[in-house]
């Protein structure tokens, strides 16, 4: 008998919205989560969009670096918007609900774009590998059109994958109350709710994480290994301090983000608990990220720079 079969059987029907009850216990602090949740977003949204347009404005930064960083602005903007609007809204009504396909795709949108950022930073570390360890190749080896494949190739990688996985987790047959204990459609809450034995799927997801988290994550740990060492032979203590500077930033990036994904999606299945889940998405969908646009500011002395020659240019000079 099939797992559909067995459940309609016994009376249960299938769930046609889901239910958020990550903030039931917090129901007099809602509205202070509002505020402090609706300035992160502002702030985070606002800050990429200025690291985006300063990019754009100032040809000195027209540069693999940051042509790599203006990608991960632009998805870092989808990423949040993908989860906290919603959240927010939640957190003012009663109804906290949202129909099967609503958390489908929201959660094929959060998957691809994890995924993608995963790719991202890789390919970031890539481009300071060959900076460093290359730098009288480095125009050559990373053209614009090898940036652009890179790039492509990141978020090619997050679209076919998680669109694969969150299908099939979406032909799985859903029942019972439908609390999902989480404020968004993140993959483990959801497959929780499933009606049928889900080992196999989760142990498939187990797999995939392995894969698709730990892959950019051991090219980036080889990439620096390389990277530390060509630092290190250089004689002067300036350039040693010049090349550790372009990198830092990425690095405090790379050990925020991939530190609360490898907790989050590889650990055992015993050691999930709804409190945990929340605080360790919480760090990963609004507080890590919205750190980003501060460490790529005030770590970086091009984008500084950059950002006080726009901030301070005279009109009436430019006029006349």
């Known amino acids: 008998m099939s797992g559909s079969e067995s459940m309609m059987n016994g ?7 889901f239910t958020f009850v990550a903030f039931s216990s917090l129901a007099q602090l809602q509205p202070v989560l509002f505020i402090v949740f609706s300035i992160v977003y502002i702030f985070r949204v606002g800050g990429n969009l200025i690291i985006i347009c300063l990019i754009w404005v100032t ?51 959060f998957a691809i774009l994890g995924l993608t950022e995963c790719c991202l930073l890789a390919a970031m570390a890539y481009d300071r590998f060959m900076a460093i360890c290359y730098p009288l190749h480095y125009t050559l080896l990373m053209s614009p059109p090898v ?17 694969t996985q969150v299908t099939w987790i979406f032909t799985l047959p859903f029942c019972g109350t439908g609390k ?44 620096y290994m390389r990277i530390l060492v060509t630092i290190l032979r250089i004689p ?8 550790f500077s372009t990198c830092s930033s990425h690095v405090l990036v790379v050990s925020l983000f991939f530190g609360t994904a490898l907790f989050t999606y590889l650990q055992p299945k015993n050691s999930h608990t709804p409190d945990t889940d929340k605080a360790t998405a919480l760090m990963y969908t609004v507080v890590t990220p919205a750190l980003n646009p501060v460490i790529y500011t005030l770590r970086n002395k091009e984008v500084k720079e950059a950002f006080h020659r726009v901030t301070h240019k005279n009109p009436l000079r430019q006029m006349a």
């Open 59 to 109: 040809p000195s930064l027209h540069t693999p670096m940051y042509f790599f960083l203006v990608n991960l602005s632009f998805l870092e903007m989808c990423y949040i918007t993908s989860v906290v609007p919603q959240m927010l809204v939640h957190l003012l009504v009663e109804n906290k609900t949202i129909t099967v396909g609503g958390c489908a795709a929201q959660m094929y949108v």
């Open 11 to 17: 009376n249960q029907s299938l769930c046609t919205k």
């Open 236 to 243: 002067s203590a300036a350039g040693r301090r010049k090349a």
């Open 180 to 223: 999902i204990e989480h404020f968004f459609c993140d993959i483990m809450p959801v497959v929780k709710l499933a009606c049928v034995n889900t080992s196999h799927n989760e142990r498939v997801l187990f797999v995939l994480s392995m894969i698709f988290i730990m892959g950019p994550c051991l090219l980036i740990l080889c990439s």
């Open 147 to 163: 940036c652009l494949k890179l790039a492509a190739a990141s978020w090619i990688t997050g679209m076919v994958v998680e669109s």
